[in-house]
């Protein structure tokens, strides 16, 4: 079946402009992540939906990032005001559920630059 | 700080031989584990886990990891690499609602 599908693939914008990446997860995967890479450094987490409840949000760097998911599907996030340090690629990945025991499955990402 | 650490960024190797790649982790109590591997151009995607059990884990592609607790390690191997096991490989530890991944090491298979 159809992955983890993000866009656009690339952007690339201007500092101080604001822009939205979208995640479509597996469909009936209720978990949803979203996470950022930066040149040569590990995934670092963003936020993490499951189903209603509330989002974590503990991985946001600062109050520029934003991001939503309209129930169990799409999910967009949303950087306002970009910085160069924003400069990334931007991972999501989704799971059949929240918790330990369930595999996540990673989008190609959208790489940002910010010049 | 509790983080997850890959001892080497780069590793270059010739096709037959063997890889080992370590991975450190800092975090007490039960831990979940893997190791992701993102092909040039591709997904990242797992290439094994190890939650309970047996902790020799065999993953995909001939590739299989020891879970040594006292060492708080899950070191990957793999006996004979070949040139398209070319690719960044990343170890995670599952912490609550997210994986926590260790900077990752990119591996060069000569052929």
């Known amino acids: 079946g159809a992955g983890v599908s993000q866009s656009p693939s690339n952007k690339v914008t201007e500092k101080g402009k604001d822009v939205e990446l979208r995640c479509d997860p597996i469909?009936?995967?209720?978990?949803l992540y979203w996470y950022r890479q930066r040149l040569g450094q590990g995934l670092e987490f963003l936020i993490y939906?499951?189903?209603?409840?509330?989002?974590?949000k503990s991985g946001l760097p600062s109050d520029r990032f934003s991001a939503e998911r309209t129930g169990e599907s799409v999910s967009t996030l949303t950087i306002q005001r970009t910085q160069q340090e924003d400069s990334a690629v931007y991972l999501c990945?989704?799971?059949?559920?929240?918790?330990?025991?369930?595999?996540?499955?990673f989008g190609p990402g959208t790489r940002l630059t910010v010049t | 700080a509790q983080s997850v650490s890959q001892h080497n960024h780069h590793v270059i190797l010739s096709e037959a031989a063997s890889l080992e790649l370590g991975c450190n982790y800092s975090?007490?109590?039960?831990?979940?584990l893997f190791w992701y591997v993102q092909y040039p151009g591709q997904h990242l995607q797992l290439l094994l886990k190890?939650?309970?059990?047996?902790?020799l884990v065999k993953g995909i592609k001939g590739f299989e990891a020891e879970f040594i607790k006292s060492k708080f390690s899950f070191n990957l191997r793999k006996p004979s690499v070949q040139w398209s096991d070319t690719a960044e490989y990343f170890c995670?530890?599952?912490?609550?609602?997210?994986?926590?991944f260790g900077a990752g090491t990119i591996l060069r298979v000569k052929s």
């Open positions: 190890y939650f309970s059990g047996d902790p």
């Open positions: 469909s009936g995967h209720t978990a």
């Open positions: 990945a989704s799971s059949q559920a929240g918790g330990k025991s369930y595999e996540q499955y």
């Open positions: 995670a530890v599952n912490r609550g609602n997210k994986l926590v």
């Open positions: 975090y007490g109590g039960t831990v979940n």
């Open positions: 939906f499951q189903g209603n409840s509330a989002p974590d």
